[in-house]
C-alpha cells in the first residue's frame, strides 16, 4: 500500500512537468511580424468658411501629418481672411489612412455631448476677430459644440493690417466627467495655425 | 540527502513547560557519523558545549525564544543558523568536511539548494522573519528595505526596484534560481513575482556580470522560496492581509509535504489572491489605481542517494490600473496637470478597473538537477521556459466607442525564454574552490496591439562560459573569476510597404572579478571586489520611435548603440561586538557608454501638440556613495537600528548630474521584543522613522518639474504569537505614513499628477497547521 502510495505521487508530480501551459505563444511567430494596421486617428484637420454676405470670399485651410505622430513633420496651412467680416464656418477631422476616408468629424457630430471645440486666437489678435460657436449638443441646458461657427473679423478698433497671430484648436472629451464649457484635461486634437488678417 | 552540503532536521516536542531542554546533535554529511568533540555555542547566551560521542550537545533551563546558534568542528566547514524554543528542541547538524565541499555560505533547510553567491561582494539579505513583517506589498516595496534599494514608481501599484541608482535592464533578478525575462527595459514595468513566494531575499550591490551575466551592471537580487519541510509530514500554512488605505485584501494557502526516507520527495504547492481598489493620499481617492493579482506556483524535489532533481511551476496574472489622470495626451494636458496642485480626474473610490491598465501574465517551468561526484565535486543543470505576455489598455478613440481600440490592446507583446545553465563546482584542491559554468538563452519577443509598434519583433541568443576560484586560508580569502558572453539579436519588422526587414546586431564582451578579504579580529572584517560587467542595448533604445504617454514625450532609439560597460570599486568594513553590528559599504561605479535619453531639437509636432523629443545617446557616468548600517542593543529587550544610504551620480562627459537619481535618506529604529509577554509569545513592537532629501542634483532643463522637497514617514509595526497546540499563530500590525503626510517623492514617475498614498493600517494573520506527521519523524535521513 505504501509503495503504491508512493509511485502514485511520484507520477503525479512526474506529470506536472509535461503539463502544457496554461498560455501559448503559437501563431507569433517572431520572424513573421503582423502586417500594420492603420488605427484610426485623425490625420486630416480642414477649417473652411464663406462670407455671409458674399459666399464666393471663402477660406479654407489644412492641417495634416498622412504618417502620424513622427516622421515626416505634418504640413500647415496660413488661415488668411479679411478683416471686417463674418464667416459661416465649419471644421473637418478626417482619417485618410482609411480607404474611402473616414470623416471623423461625424463621429464627433454623434459623440457630440462629450465633445467640445475650443477655438482660442494669440494675444495679438485679441479683440480684433473672435469664435462665436453656432452648434449644441442634446445635453440640458445645451452646451456648445464648434462644428459650426462664426469667425467674425469685425471690430470696433482702429489697428492696422496686415496683422498675423495664431489659432490654437483644441478638441476636449469628456469621459466619465460631465461636459462643461471650460476645456477638459484630456484633449483629442491640440494644434495650431498661423492666422493673418488681411 | 548527499547533494546538500549540510542542514538542520529540526522536531517537534510538545512540552509546554517554562523551561526547555535543547539537543543539538552533530553529524558528518558524507558518512552520516557523529562528530565528538564538536564545539556548539548559543552565541546570545554565551552556552557553549562540547559534543558527547554520540555527536550531543544537551542545553538544560533554556527559556523559550529564538536563539542564534554555531556549529564548529576541525577539518569541517562551520554552521550557523537559529533556533525556537519551543518547537525545535532536538536538531541535527550535518557538517561538512572541508576537503570535500566547497561551500562557505549554506542557505539553510531541505531541499534542492541555489548555488550559493561566491564573491565577497557587498550583499544584504532579507531573510523571512524580516520578510514577514511586510508580508502583503508588492515586490518593489519588499525590496526597498534593503539599505541601498529605492524604487521607481508610476503611481501608487507600480514599484520597480533600484539598487545604487540604477535598475530595469541594468540589475538581473533571479526567481529560485531562473533568471526572471520579462519587458523589464519598461520603466511601468513591474516585476510579474509573487511576492508571497519570496521567502529570502539577497541583494548583490555593484557590477556583477561574473556570475550573474550580462545585464548586471547595478547589481543582482536573489529571490528564493521557502524551503521544503525537513521532516516527515504534510503541513501547510494560510496568510491573510487587510490594508485600509486601498482596501487591498491578500490571501496566500501554502501546503507542502516531505515523504519516505531512502528516496525522499517533498513537494510544495501554494496560490495568491491580491485585491486592492484605488489608493488615497491623504486629501484625495487616486483614481484607478487599483489591481487584481492572482498567483500560483507547484515545486517538487526528488532526491536518490547523490542526486536531486526539482521541477517548478509558476504563473503570475495581473490586471493593474493605470491612474488616469497621469494618462496625458497632448503637451497642453501635460502643463494643465502639472500646474494643478492635485490630480485633475478624481472619482469617488471603487475596486474596479478602468482604462488605462495592464494585463500581465508571467508563467515559469523549471526544472533542475544536481549530482554529487564523490571524488570530483557538484554538478547542477538546469532548463527553464519563461512567458511573459503583456497588455496594455489605452483609452481608446474618444469619438468611436466601437473601434478597436476599445476592444484590443495598444500594445500587445509576447516574450518568450528559454535558459539552460550548467555549473560544475570542483571540489577542495588544497585550499581552492570554484566553479565554472556556461549557459545559453533564447529568447524571442512578438509585438502586436493598435498602436504603432514600441518595440519590434526580435530573436536574440545568448552564450556564456565562466569560471570563478576562491582561495581561503585563515584570515584571508581572494577570488578571482571571469566570464565571456556573446548575444546575437535580430529584429524583424514590416515598413510602409508591408515588406518584412530586419536587422541583426552582435554583441559580446568579457567581464573580470577581482577580490579578497581579511578579518582583523573576529569581530572586524574587511572586504573588497573591483568587478566589470556589462549590457547590451536594450531593444526600446534601439528601436523605440514613438510618444510616450504618461511622459509626454516623443522618443527616438538609436539602433547603433553600443554595450554599456562598468567599472565597480566596493569597500566593505563589517564590525560585529556584543552590543554593535556596524557595516559600512563604500563604492565606485563607473560606467562607460551609459544609455540615456538627451533632448533633441526638433520638438516633434503632431495633432496633439508639440511633444519634447527624446533620442537615446551614450555618455559616461561615475556613480559613487556608502550605505552604513548600524545596532546597537540598548538592552535585553530594547534594539535601535539607523541606516543611511548616500548616492552621487554625474554624467562625466558633460559635467552635470545626472538625471532620476534616488536621493539621499536615512532611518532611524526603535525595536522592543520579549519572548513572552502576558499570553503570547514572540512579541515585539517598533517604531521607524525615515528621512528622505530633496534630490537637488539634477541637470537643468531635463524635467518638467523640480524635485519635490524632502518628507519624514513615520512607521511602526507590533506583532506576537499565540500559542495553540504545536503552532504558532502569528498576529502583526501596521501603520505605514502614520501621520498622513502629503508628500511626493522625486523618482515616482507621476510625482506630476499626485501625492504619494497616505496613511495605511495593515492587519496580517498567519495560521500554521499540520495535516499529517510522517512516521519517521525524528531524522529523514
Known sequence: ????????????????????????????????????????????????GYDQNNPSNT?????????????????????????????????????????????????????????????????????????????????????????????????????????????????????????????????????TFPVVLK | MIALCLFAGSTFSQNVKLLYTLKITVKDSITGTFLEDATVTLTKHSHAHLTNQKGEAIFDTLRAGHYHFAC???????????????????????????????????????????????????????????????????????????????????????????????HSNRLVTLNNGVRQEEQQWGNEHAPAIDPFAVNKVEVIKGAASVEYGPEAIGGAIRLSPRAYPTTNGVEGEIALQGFSNNKQGSATALLQGTHFKQQQLSWRAQGTLRKAGDSRAPDYVISNTGFDEQNGNISAVYTYKKLQVEAFMS???????????????????????????????????????????????????????????????????????????????????????????????????????????????????????????????????YTDGTQKTLIPNFIANTYGVFIFEKWVKGRWSAELGSRFDKRDQTIYQRNSKNEIVTQSRNYQRATAIVGGSYSFTEKLKLSSTFSSAWRPPSINELYSNGLHNGT??????????????????????????????????????????????????????????????????????????????????????????GAISYLHADDVTHNQPLIYMPSNRSKLGVQYQTNSLWKVEHFFAEINWQYVAEQKRIPTNMDYKNPPPAYNLFDANIGFEIPVKNQHIKVSASAKNMFNVSYRDYLNRFRYFTDEPGRNFIVRLTIPFQLFRGTNASTNH
Open chain 2, 552 to 641: 509626454a514625450t516623443y522618443e527616438i532609439g538609436d539602433s547603433n548603440l553600443v554595450p554599456e560597460k562598468s567599472y565597480n570599486l566596493d569597500i566593505n568594513l563589517k564590525y560585529q561586538h556584543t552590543k554593535w553590528v556596524i557595516e559600512t559599504s563604500v563604492f565606485r561605479n563607473s560606467i562607460s557608454d551609459f544609455i540615456y535619453q538627451l533632448p533633441v531639437q526638433p520638438p516633434t509636432i503632431t495633432l496633439r501638440g508639440t511633444f519634447p523629443t527624446f533620442m537615446f545617446t551614450q555618455t559616461d557616468v561615475v556613480m559613487q556613495g556608502a550605505e552604513v548600517n548600524v545596532s546597537y542593543s540598548l538592552s535585553k529587550h530594547f534594539i535601535t537600528t
Open chain 1, 59 to 191: 477660406f479654407f485651410v489644412k492641417w495634416e501629418d498622412l504618417d502620424g505622430a513622427g516622421g515626416a513633420i505634418p504640413t500647415i496651412d496660413s488661415l488668411k481672411v479679411d478683416s471686417g467680416l463674418i464667416y459661416l464656418s465649419s471644421i473637418l477631422l478626417i482619417d485618410k489612412t482609411q480607404t474611402p476616408w473616414d470623416t471623423i468629424s461625424n463621429e464627433v457630430e454623434t459623440e457630440k455631448n462629450v465633445h467640445q471645440f475650443f477655438y482660442t486666437l494669440s494675444q495679438t489678435l485679441n479683440g480684433k476677430a473672435k469664435f462665436d460657436i453656432l452648434d449644441y449638443d442634446n445635453n440640458t441646458p445645451a452646451l456648445p459644440v464648434g462644428l459650426s461657427f462664426q469667425l467674425n473679423t469685425h471690430s470696433g478698433t482702429q489697428y492696422s493690417l496686415p496683422l498675423s497671430g495664431s489659432l490654437k484648436v483644441v478638441l476636449s472629451h469628456y469621459d466619465g466627467i460631465p461636459k462643461t464649457t471650460t476645456p477638459s484635461p484630456e484633449s483629442d486634437v491640440d494644434i
Open chain 2, 72 to 166: 564548529t568542528y576541525i577539518g569541517y566547514h562551520s554552521y550557523e543558523s537559529t533556533l525556537e524554543l519551543p518547537g525545535q528542541q532536538r536538531i541535527t547538524v550535518f557538517l561538512c568536511p572541508e576537503n570535500y565541499h566547497l561551500h562557505e555560505t549554506i542557505i539553510e533547510g531541505n531541499g534542492n539548494k541555489l548555488t550559493p553567491t561566491y564573491s565577497v561582494q557587498a550583499t544584504t539579505i532579507l531573510n523571512q522573519s524580516q520578510i514577514e513583517k511586510m508580508r502583503g506589498q508588492n515586490l518593489g516595496e519588499l525590496l526597498k528595505n534593503v539599505n541601498g534599494v529605492t524604487t521607481l514608481n508610476t503611481g501608487p501599484g507600480i514599484a520597480k526596484p533600484v539598487l545604487r541608482g540604477l
Open chain 1, 1 to 48: 500500500m505504501k509503495l503504491f502510495i508512493k509511485h502514485t505521487i511520484i507520477a503525479f508530480l512526474g506529470s506536472l512537468i509535461f503539463i502544457p501551459s496554461c498560455k501559448k505563444d503559437e501563431g507569433k511567430d517572431a520572424t513573421n511580424p503582423t502586417t500594420i494596421n492603420a488605427q484610426e486617428q485623425i490625420t486630416t484637420v480642414i477649417i473652411k
Open chain 2, 315 to 445: 504563473v503570475f496574472n495581473t490586471t493593474i490600473g493605470i491612474m488616469r489622470a497621469a494618462h496625458i495626451g497632448s503637451l497642453t494636458d501635460l502643463e494643465n496637470a502639472i500646474q494643478s496642485d492635485k490630480p485633475l480626474i478624481i472619482k469617488p473610490f471603487t475596486y474596479s478597473i478602468g482604462k488605462p491598465y495592464q494585463q500581465v501574465w508571467h508563467e515559469t517551468q523549471s526544472i533542475r538537477l544536481s549530482y554529487q561526484f564523490t571524488a570530483l565535486g557538484k554538478l547542477e543543470l538546469q532548463a527553464s521556459r519563461q512567458l511573459n505576455s503583456r497588455q496594455e489598455y489605452d483609452l481608446g478613440v474618444s469619438w468611436n466607442p466601437q473601434s478597436l481600440t476599445h476592444t484590443k490592446p495598444a500594445y500587445d507583446l509576447t516574450l518568450t525564454t528559454y535558459t539552460y545553465d550548467g555549473v560544475f563546482e570542483h571540489k577542495k584542491w588544497k585550499n581552492i574552490i570554484g566553479k565554472i559554468g556556461g549557459s545559453v538563452m533564447h529568447q524571442s519577443n
